[in-house]
């Protein structure tokens, strides 16, 4: 029904930056709630970021200040700049959206972002 496309994940020295993005496509007619969790092998997956349609942001505070979330509502797309990444950023990054009067979420397939020290 929907899919998520994500792209832009990569290797990274400590202090670089990545840009993720995530297409929606399929029957959707607008998408409520956009966001980016991460996981890691030995941890459960938890939020990075969230942006609402009216563009209400929220941050994990590991990431406040660094990360900065927005979408582009025509394209259905929702991106994650990473600036001044730190070692603890490494992560697998899944995009998380929740279409207009869904009943249920939808997730990406996930990219590997890995930042060296």
């Known amino acids: 029904q929907v899919q998520l496309v994500e792209s832009g994940g990569g290797l990274v020295q400590a202090g670089g930056s990545l840009r993720l993005s995530c297409a929606a496509s399929?029957?959707?007619?607008?998408?409520?709630?956009m966001g980016w969790y991460r996981q890691t092998p030995g941890k459960q997956r938890e939020l990075v970021a969230t942006?609402?349609?009216?563009?209400?942001?929220n941050y994990a505070d590991s990431v406040k200040g660094r990360f900065t979330i927005s979408r582009d509502n025509a394209k259905n797309t929702v991106y994650l700049q990473m600036n001044s990444l730190k070692p603890e950023d490494t992560a697998v990054y899944y995009c998380?959206?929740?279409?207009?009067?869904?009943?249920?979420?939808?997730w990406g397939q996930g990219t590997q972002v890995t930042v060296s020290s």
């Open positions: 942006i609402t349609s009216g563009g209400i942001t």
């Open positions: 399929g029957t959707i007619f607008g998408i409520n709630v």
């Open positions: 998380n959206v929740i279409p207009f009067l869904a009943t249920k979420n939808y």
